[in-house]
């Protein structure tokens, strides 16, 4: 064999562990549930093998499923806007400290050492209503009556900037990083002042970044099926919670597998899109 | 009135000081070079003068008024950085226009003056490029006509050259000088290169360990170092250990072991007082090796043996034995040049030596 034709062959023997392991977990699965997706659930509990396009159908014309598709994105997109209005300056900040950067980026990350499921229950103990803001406020004699301020909208997309944050603070710190600060000099003494020259030379040159957190917060806030369900009320669940109830609860697969086809669809053209217009390669460097 | 005074700057980073109570008066118009060794304290004070760093003590003027609470944006300065700086996502027009916008300057206005700049780099046609879309040397110049578009009180310019390769360096230390001369505006240059600095500067100042060692237009530093440190490193020169003896009249006697007495313009030892323990300085190409025998009329000669050989093209450089020291002469190649082991008269016209006092 030639050296080129060796070559071209090694990347693929080192991929092939990593290829093997996304086709057989990922591909495979995805593959059964679209042919699921095609099946009928019967009410003898057996599915009924074959080409129907009624669960397409039902997931499609559906306003319950439409509404909850849309509030899904809305509880996504007010999340990602809330991480990147909180995130940027703590990015920003950790980006211009002096010395002590590391240790800043550690306690960053310190919250995934603990699972998210009991991040998410912490605020129980906080917002419930035995909880530390509850207490406090009656010992300090601000109410008389413990305040219900769980199970709603807000505190599920309190949860999911809780999870969040850390992801956008990552992705627009490592653009941050990589801009040259002579930049921020150069305008200033063009006559630009600090806040003149953040928006024109910093604030640009961050986008990037701001956008590949923007698109994890996003993709990783409407996928999410815990927070409504630890945090929300009756009324709050989100598209994932469709997707969990019809499976686990209805076992009606079929349908459980179109309304998950579809999530993924929606989620997956807003990917493309990023994709089309800033290239994974920025996403990657946050996440490293 | 000078454009730019520094008076007892002192810069302390904690423990440890970068300048040590540093001043200095620059000209309206002129060029200013920082010259020294890595280390310096050249950028630090470039950066106090363009308000990047606030000096620890002693004050800063420019054109006369005092700015050491004066914001970096309102000192109207024009600064070149070393990697050119220029705003990757920007075109080189709007790198260019950058600071009229910060400035009462009309959108035509700024469109001639934009052009005007990026005429007088000499890169007419570059306005839509983006930056990545350039060479380094017309980065640099681009980033020189965004300096001097804004038209600055003082250009100041931190090794603006040293990025580039060597014979565009020379080209463009050629077309600074040129483009300052033309718009006359007060520069301060840093380098570390000494022939940068001889090249380019109406004065230098000659930076050791955050002091200022020597100030002075080229030919002075160059000719009459006022200490060894200067002698050393503007070119290659022979310090030998000496006595000085009693003036009489313009020249000064200098007894040099081997040399015998050497009587040297006085002036060429400003910083002698009086006479006793002293150093000859002889720069490598005013140190001229012939035949034993050949020396030209009127220098002092001794004879010398070569002990190494370096050929540089146009020049040689010799280092050769006289007695138990060894000097180095550089000469431009006249027929053929020696050859390790012969025998040669080294001789040097007493005008070009210059003498200090021990231990400087
Ligand atoms: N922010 C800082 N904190 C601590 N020390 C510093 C700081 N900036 C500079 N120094 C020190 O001050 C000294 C002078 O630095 P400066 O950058 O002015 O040198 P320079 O003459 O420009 O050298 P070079 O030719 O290498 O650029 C150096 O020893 C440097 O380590
Ligand atoms: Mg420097």
Not at chain 1, 187 to 212: D, E, I, M, R, Y
Not at chain 2, 114 to 127: D, K, R, S, T
Not at chain 2, 174 to 180: D, N
Request: aromatic share 8%; hydrophobic share 45%; glycine share 8%.
């Amino acid at each position: 064999m030639s050296v080129e034709a060796r070559e071209a062959r090694q990347p693929w023997i080192l991929l092939s562990p990593a290829l093997g392991a996304v086709t057989l977990l990922l591909f495979v699965p995805l593959a059964f549930i679209l042919v699921y997706s095609f099946w009928l659930r019967t009410a003898t509990g057996a599915d009924q093998v074959g080409f129907y396009l009624e669960n397409w159908r039902e997931a499609l014309s559906d306003a319950f499923y439409r509404d909850i598709l849309i509030n899904t994105l809305k509880i996504a997109a007010i999340t990602t806007i809330v991480c990147a209005l909180m995130g940027y300056p703590a990015a920003y900040f950790i980006a211009r400290s002096k010395g002590n950067k590391a240790i800043l980026l550690l306690l960053l990350m310190l919250p995934f050492w603990i699972s998210y499921i009991i991040r998410t229950m912490s605020w129980i103990n906080i917002l419930g209503v035995s909880g530390a803001f509850n207490s406090a406020l009656m010992t300090l004699g601000v109410i008389s009556e413990p305040i219900q301020m769980l199970y709603n909208e807000t505190t599920v997309i309190l949860g999911l900037v809780h999870f969040l944050l850390p992801f956008m603070v990552l992705n627009v710190f490592v653009s941050l990083e990589g801009i040259d600060t002579n930049l921020e000099d150069a305008a200033n003494s063009l006559g630009a002042t600090k806040w003149q020259s953040f928006l024109q030379v910093t604030l640009p040159l961050s986008l990037p970044g701001l956008a590949a957190g923007g698109l994890l917060c996003f993709v990783l806030g409407a996928g999410t099926y815990i927070t409504p369900i630890v945090l929300g009320g009756p009324t709050d669940a989100m598209f994932a919670n469709l997707v969990f109830e019809a499976i686990i609860t209805q076992l009606n697969w079929p349908l459980g597998s179109a309304l998950s086809l579809m999530l993924l669809a929606v989620l997956g053209t807003l990917v493309l899109i990023y994709n089309r217009y800033l290239g994974m390669a920025q996403l990657m460097k946050g996440l490293g | 009135m000078s454009a730019v005074t520094l008076t007892d700057i002192v810069k302390r980073f904690g423990d440890f000081t970068a300048v040590h109570r540093m001043s200095l008066e620059i000209p309206e118009g002129s060029f200013l070079t920082l010259l020294g060794p890595s280390g310096c304290g050249k950028t630090t004070t470039l950066r106090m003068v363009a308000g990047l760093l606030d000096p620890t003590e002693g004050e800063i003027q420019i054109k006369g008024k005092h700015v050491t609470n004066v914001p970096i944006h309102k000192r109207n300065l024009g600064i070149v950085f070393q990697n050119y700086a220029l705003f990757p996502h920007k075109t080189v027009a709007d790198n260019v226009a950058f600071g009229l916008r910060y400035r009462d300057v009309s959108a035509e206005e700024a469109k001639r003056r934009v052009n005007e700049a990026l005429e007088l780099v000499q890169l007419p046609n570059v306005g839509d490029r983006y930056p990545k879309q350039l060479s380094g040397g017309q980065q640099q110049r681009i980033a020189l006509a965004r300096a001097i578009v804004i038209e600055p009180d003082v250009l100041l310019l931190d090794e603006p050259l040293s990025a580039l390769d060597a014979n565009l360096r020379e080209d463009m230390r050629v077309e600074l000088k040129r483009i300052q001369h033309r718009i006359g505006v007060t520069t301060i240059f840093v380098t570390h290169d000494q022939s940068e600095a001889l090249a380019m500067s109406d004065q230098i100042v000659v930076m050791s360990d955050g002091r200022v060692e020597q100030v002075g237009p080229p030919e002075e530093v160059y000719n009459t170092p006022s200490s060894e440190f200067v002698a050393n490193f503007l070119g290659a020169s022979n310090i030998l250990p000496a006595t000085a003896g009693q003036a009489s009249g313009d020249t000064l006697p200098i007894e040099v072991g081997g040399f015998g007495s050497i009587a040297i313009p006085r002036d060429r030892a400003p910083a002698l007082n009086g006479s006793g323990k002293a150093r000859l300085v002889v720069r490598a190409e005013k140190l001229l090796l012939t035949r034993p025998g050949d020396a030209p009329a009127g220098s002092i000669s001794v004879d010398g043996t070569v002990e190494t050989v370096d050929y540089q093209g146009q020049a040689v450089r010799y280092f050769v034995r006289v007695g138990d020291t060894q000097l180095q002469a550089i000469n431009m190649i006249d027929g053929r040049p020696f050859n390790e082991g012969d025998s040669v008269a080294v001789s040097l016209r007493p005008r070009d030596c210059a003498a200090l006092p021990e231990g400087t």
